[in-house]
């Protein structure tokens, strides 16, 4: 697989799309790496680590160490986050990482990524890459969990991560939500949503919203419900949107819950 020249995640991980047409799902990670001179993935106990890369120096081969004692797709974004190193040019050829690392987000205020977000972006767009979700048909036109459980399932990730993804995935005006016994742990809004979401870590659910009224001792069930968009976002002069939204809930283990919104239309005034 040739990808010489290639400096950015989303250009190397195009290419080896665009070298490999009928690639199936899962991503066959291990098969990549392989391929472009990763010699041995090894899996084993890591104390302060959740992965590292030990490559020569022209990154012409190397090895890949993953820490065991995660759940799988954790195991599967390192492996890909350590393949970012390993292709992405400004990368060192020895990297060790912490699960800090893999959590790395960019920075708002800098047009440069750092490497271990850079790493991260790479692994993300590797294991759902969205032009070929796309191409095949696996977005479903109304977003629903439905849609991201069946697609966490394809892609072998993490629900967090597939619905991070799938909310600029989709195409509309989408937001998630992830708490835990009803406190925000974080909330994310897509990228083409103009609306400010108040979703702050570590707040309450909103009392007026749909996830509020949801019993959590009812595990893996999907509950939905319109609610006033105020609810979870700030008013706009500039703006024409609806007045109620569609809030969808999915109560995970352990009090966790994850809240999918839906705005279905915005518009410039």
């Known amino acids: 697989m040739e990808l010489a020249d290639l400096t950015r995640p989303s ?15 899962p991503i066959p990670l291990e098969t990549i790496a392989e391929v472009v001179g990763i010699r041995d993935i090894r899996y084993t106990a890591l104390e302060s680590l959740e992965g590292a890369l030990v490559a020569n120096e022209e990154k012409s081969q190397g ?22 190193h390993f292709l992405i040019p400004r990368h060192g ?7 800090k690392d893999l959590k790395a987000r960019p920075n708002r205020n800098s047009k440069l990524l750092d490497i271990e977000s850079e790493a991260n972006l790479f692994s993300s767009k590797l294991l759902m890459p969205h032009k070929l979700i796309t191409q095949r048909g696996f977005i479903d036109k109304a977003p629903s ?12 990730v993490s629900l967090q991560a597939c619905a991070n993804n799938y909310i600029n995935l989709h195409g509309d005006h989408l937001a998630i939500i992830i708490s835990k016994d009803k406190k ?42 319109e609610v006033g968009i105020d609810t979870w976002f700030s008013p706009s002069n500039r703006l024409k949107y609806p007045e109620t939204i569609i809030e969808e809930t999915l109560v995970q283990e352990n009090g966790w819950a994850a809240t999918l919104l839906w705005i279905e239309d915005i518009e410039e005034i």
Request: glycine share 4%; net charge negative.
């Open 184 to 225: 925000i742990s974080y909330g994310l809004n897509c990228s083409n949503n103009p609306l400010w979401l108040n979703a702050n870590k570590g707040s309450i659910i909103p009392v007026h919203s749909h996830t509020a009224s949801v019993d959590l001792a009812k595990i893996n069930t999907i509950t939905s419900s």
């Open 93 to 99: 050829h020895n990297m060790q990482c912490s699960p």
């Open 11 to 25: 250009e190397i991980v195009d290419e080896i799309l665009k070298q490999n047409p009928n690639i199936s799902f």
């Open 145 to 156: 969990f439905e849609n991201i459980l069946n697609l966490k399932s394809l892609c072998d």
């Open 63 to 84: 090895i890949i160490v993953v820490n065991q004692n995660t759940i799988p797709t954790k195991q599967r974004f390192t492996v890909g986050h350590e393949l970012g």
